[in-house]
């Protein structure tokens, strides 16, 4: 059964960091484009980071380009977000989730297949 886990979610201050991990069972994660999302209350759910499976380039959103880092440790079958100099506005719940059919990794979340239950981050001083 394809599974994945996130985990490493929390309630941090402005200015602190965080690392997700997105725990892949039943599959290996290395042959799938990985993309972290996330959803705060109100609003759609978007496009954080990817990594494609191809040749693990990584794309950004604009907003958190120059403080979150995403990559992969294959021997754990994990995926990795880190997230520095975190603001509120960074406030969500973070999913990862799975593709296979593109050589780079798209921002849209119609296009993955396989998604994790997701973890709350929560920014607040």
């Known amino acids: 059964q394809v599974q994945l886990v996130e985990s490493g979610g929390g309630l941090v201050q402005p200015g602190d960091s965080l690392r997700l991990s997105c725990a892949a069972s039943?599959?290996?994660?290395?042959?799938?484009?990985i993309g972290w999302f996330r959803q705060a209350p109100g609003k759609e759910r978007e496009g954080v980071s990817c990594?494609?499976?191809?040749?693990?380039?990584?794309s950004y959103a604009d907003s958190v380009k120059g403080r979150f880092t995403i990559s992969r440790d294959n021997a754990k079958n994990t995926v990795y977000l880190q997230m520095n100099s975190l603001k509120p506005e960074d406030t969500a719940v973070y999913y990862c989730?799975?593709?296979?059919?593109?050589?780079?990794?798209?921002?849209?979340?119609?296009?993955?297949?396989?998604w994790g239950q997701g973890t709350q981050v929560t920014v607040s001083s």
């Open positions: 989730a799975a593709e296979s059919k593109y050589f780079y990794c798209p921002f849209v979340p119609g296009e993955y297949d396989s």
């Open positions: 039943g599959f290996t994660l290395d042959r799938y484009g």
């Open positions: 990594i494609s499976s191809s040749d693990d380039s990584t």
